[in-house]
């Protein structure tokens, strides 16, 4: 197990992607693999029903494939399998977009955030074709609600008491969202590797891990497993 950039610990199987723990600066987990088969074959074989498209175990079974496309359709579902026996709910979807946010603080999937949850979780991602997500160092990234100007802006919009601010920040999740610092140090997640990144949870003892999805590329559809 080898450490990158004190954020980043890379594994070499399943079992040490679950269980390594995350400490100190360290809030990713990447279990680095090169992945055999065409998954390409997937997404274009798969009838995209909106901008993203979730695929379950029985359509990928159906779809009548390569053997290249068969190699990537088992490991697909072994993914699934997987993931769903550690107690997680892996959706794996063929996305062409997500919805865009117009609003002055965008608070959808292009922006730098992080997750958060009741309970202890982590994230698990993995992207096996088209552009895959970044994530972002804690230290190169600024929270946006706490930035003068977009403070201002968004105290404008709260009709409340001072008191009740920093409950409205969370309540639309403003305080969520990040914005990278000048020549930071964003990380492209790559294809084929599985991740897991921290959440902000009661609990947690290390900060969650900053991401985001990667921009659109015209006519080049992502496919993307997430839990």
Not at 72 to 87: C, E, F, S
Not at 162 to 190: R, T, V
């Amino acid at each position: 197990m080898t450490n990158l950039e004190n954020q980043i610990l890379c594994v070499t199987d399943f079992q040490d992607l679950v269980s390594t723990p995350f400490q100190g600066e360290a809030n990713a987990i990447c279990w680095t693999r090169n992945l055999m088969g065409d998954f390409s074959e997937i997404v274009h074989q798969v009838e995209l029903n909106g901008n993203i498209t979730e695929i379950n175990s029985e359509e990928l079974h159906e779809l009548q494939l390569s053997e290249q496309g068969q190699l990537a359709r088992a490991i697909l579902l072994n993914d699934l399998k997987t993931l769903g026996a550690q107690g997680a709910s892996p959706i794996l979807n063929v996305i062409k977009s997500y919805d865009k946010d117009e609003f002055f603080f965008p608070t959808d999937v292009y922006s730098f955030h992080v997750d958060r949850a009741p309970l202890p979780t982590d994230t698990f991602l993995c992207t096996y074709f088209g552009a895959s997500s970044e994530i972002l160092p804690n230290s190169h990234a600024d929270q946006k609600v706490l930035m003068p100007q977009i403070r201002d802006e968004l105290k404008k919009l709260y009709s409340g008491t001072n008191k009740g601010f920093e409950l409205f920040l969370s309540e639309y999740f403003f305080d969520l969202h990040y914005q990278a610092k000048p020549k930071s140090n964003i990380i492209n997640l790559g294809i084929g590797n599985l991740w897991r990144l921290s959440v902000d949870h009661p609990g947690s003892h290390v900060p969650p891990c900053i991401h985001r999805a990667p921009k659109d590329e015209d006519g080049k559809n992502r496919l993307l497993l997430i839990c």
